[in-house]
């Protein structure tokens, strides 16, 4: 059974740090490209940040780029999601997401919130 786990979220002040976990079962986690989403409440699901399967090329949005780090570690079948200087724009539902083309699938987890106060 396949399973995406995030933990991690909770309420920062402005400023404020948090790291994100999601925890990867069921599937061959090494072999998968995985990103994190985030949905603010009213506002369409944003892609955050993404990482390669072997982890040598990540890819952030431009509203968090040099702020959030996204990591993984393939003996944990773990990815992370490391955000600072997090802001009230920063409060969303964060998800993350498990993508690979050969054979076509992707998994969501069923996210976890983090909310930024100012």
Known sequence: QVQLVESGGGL???G???TLSCAASGFTFST????WFRRAL???RERVAT????????NYADSVKGRFTISRD???NTV???MNSLQPDDTAVYSCNAYNILP???YWGQGTQVTVSS
């Open 16 to 18: 404020g740090s948090l």
């Open 51 to 58: 990482i390669s399967a072997t982890a040598d090329m990540t």
């Open 74 to 76: 393939n003996t944990k």
């Open 104 to 106: 076509v699938s992707q």
């Open 42 to 44: 009213g506002k369409e």
């Open 80 to 82: 992370y999601l490391q």
């Open 32 to 35: 998968y490209t995985m990103s």
């Open 12 to 14: 920062v002040q402005s």
